[in-house]
């Protein structure tokens, strides 16, 4: 079998970073943050390319940088997050449709907390959104009210993904297991 890849794709505070992580240590996998490659590519950080240039030319380089990790980075078994938007643009998904999708949801009360600067709001929440749990790398989280909308609007798209996964009020090692069991994950391994 080719190398396999695992796509996380979900709303800011799903937990793809800390889920995509943990997966890839438990699969003895490479983990691959694609908006830490967008900040390599572009000498910026997420929120400087939002303010510098605009979301589209964000946007753009995000499918920029999942295309070139498709055809020339993907060497090894990979698990990936996704940026919250990647796969709200239909280029993207195109573009992962024969792979893996894994749609991390929790109630967007949940997110909210999560995306909350300083605020546990679930057992591991210390660990949700990584890097980002501050609230200083989400341009796009503003007000509650515009928060739920994006949400909503990004919805029906996460749930095009082959699995959805909830991840309200579950443990870390439960939720990597139910994805390691719904995509047969750990049948592959040597």
Not at 23 to 37: E, H, I, K, M
Request: with cysteine; proline share 5%.
């Amino acid at each position: 079998m080719g190398v396999r890849a695992v796509f996380l794709v979900g709303f800011m505070g799903s937990g793809k970073n800390t889920v995509g992580e943990e997966l890839a240590c438990r699969l003895g996998w490479d983990f691959v943050d694609l908006d830490a490659q967008i900040e390599q590519r572009e000498c910026l950080s997420i929120p400087e390319i939002f303010r510098v240039r605009g979301e589209p030319a964000f946007r753009q380089a995000e499918t920029v940088a999942l295309t070139d990790f498709l055809t020339n980075s993907l060497r090894r078994n990979s698990v990936v997050a996704l940026g919250g938007g990647a796969f709200a643009v239909e280029r993207n998904r195109a573009l992962l449709r024969n792979w893996q999708t894994v749609f991390l949801d929790a109630p967007v009360d949940e997110l909210w907390r999560r995306c909350q600067p300083g605020s546990p709001a679930s057992p591991i929440s210390a660990r949700w959104g990584g890097a980002r749990h501050d609230g200083r790398g989400r341009p796009l989280r503003k007000d509650r009210e515009e928060f739920a909308r994006l949400y909503r609007e990004r919805l029906p798209f996460y749930r095009e993904a082959s699995l959805v996964v909830e991840t309200h009020d579950q443990e870390l090692a439960s939720i990597c297991a139910s994805i390691e069991t719904a995509l047969r994950l750990r049948e592959t391994q040597p």
